[in-house]
């Protein structure tokens, strides 16, 4: 199954940031994303690294997002402030 494709077709917007996509992705594939946080377990910052590895991913999917912005500030899951970047879709929902 590809829970990166499935992922995109669910956001209802056609532009979204890295964040906003790695929290459907946790909401919709939670055993994934704790098997994906595991690896990183003996990191000080586990949660860091797993989000960097699922946004840096969205790159192999260039036939269904395109980056639109490197440095777009937002809030990450925990409501911090952190730049990442913004998508747009080349599907359609």
């Known amino acids: ?52 590895q699922l946004a840096e991913t969205l790159h192999d999917y260039s036939d269904k997002v395109k980056q639109i912005d490197k440095a777009f500030d937002d809030e990450d899951i925990f409501r911090n402030k952190a730049s990442n970047s913004k998508w747009k879709k080349i599907i359609s929902n």
Do not use: C, M, N
């Not at 532009?15 to 459907?24: G, M, N, P, R």
């Not at 098997?35 to 586990?46: G, N, Q, S, T, V």
């Open 1 to 52: 199954r590809d829970h990166y494709r499935d992922t995109i077709r669910q956001i209802a917007k056609d532009e979204f940031s890295s964040h906003e996509f790695i929290l459907k992705l946790a909401q919709g594939q939670q055993q994934e994303y704790v098997r994906l946080l595991y690896k990183f377990i003996e990191y000080p910052d586990p949660f860091r690294r797993a989000h960097a």
